[in-house]
């Protein structure tokens, strides 16, 4: 008879999380992810339901990577009007691959948040000039938080700009990053003479234009994952070397790239396996839409400490 599952809650998780290991481990299967069948990696397109009702939507995101023996499913919804409660909720549910049982239910908020910084970190490691001094966040909830981490472990800021459509949502996070923070009354303001620039809104129609940005600047493009959403101008998206996180993701599901009919010219997969340049000194655009693979090799690593952790405790009692 298979056990019960493990709850594993989203305290836990930002405890057992190691930045700097996830990092390599979600690097290492982004390009597994772009060698195809050769990968390991098996990852269809999220099944996406619109809950047009009530303005949400819910996301059903398997995955299985064979090299590390993890299967896990994430299911995420996002209401983006939401106010008491987060806009994105998520449950990881880890299952045995060599059984199908179910090992763990893990909190998917946690998750989501920390491997979505983490990956736009693993991009702007490869395609951000490496002297980067200016980054500018455009929104101010919890992405913009993770992605402040996770940017953080590659460089220190000389100056981190933030705009977002409610100024005490921006006021409340650069209070909590310090002095180096300036609260931007614009787009405009933010990204001016920004070499990173990070868009995580919930805009749905074009926010950030070509003529504002600096050539040469990095963008993790991180919102819009709907096709008829977006937050970066035609313009900019056709002027700029676009780089991608699922080629198959977002031609179904990133506006930014399907409605600016602009050329991919990689998966981030590809820069890391060496078959495609990262052509930083150009003006380069990281777009993501979010890869099952990045949720379950987070729950893989979340997983196996917290059973380490359990081992140790019934080993040695306190
Ligand atoms: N690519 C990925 O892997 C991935 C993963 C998770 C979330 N996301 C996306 O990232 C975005 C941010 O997610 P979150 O969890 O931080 O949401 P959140 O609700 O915590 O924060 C959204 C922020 O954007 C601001 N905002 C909303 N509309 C805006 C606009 N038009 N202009 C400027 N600012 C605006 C809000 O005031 C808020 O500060 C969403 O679009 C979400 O779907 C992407
Ligand atoms: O990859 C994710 O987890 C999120 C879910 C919500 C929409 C954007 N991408």
Redesign the pocket.
Known sequence: MSQAPKYISGEEVEKLLDLKELLNSIETALGNYSKGKDGGVVQPVRLVVPIEKHHGHL?V?PGYSSSDEALAT?I?A?YPENKDLPT?Q?WVLMQDPTNGSLNAIIDGVSI?SIR?GIASAVATKHLANPNSRILALIGAGVQARSHFKALSLLQSFDEVRIFSRTRASAQKLAKEIGKTAKVCSSVEEAVEDADIITTVSFATTPILKAEWVKPGAHINAVGA?RPDWRELESRLMQESVVYCDSRDACSQEAGDIILSECDVFAEIGEVINGEKQALWEKTTIFKS???AIE?VLSAKIVYEKYMHQLKQDSEYPA
Do not use: I, P
Request: proline share 0%; glycine share 14%.
């Open positions: 996301g995101m994430k995420v996002f994105h998520a989501t979505t994952c839409v979010g890869m949720d």
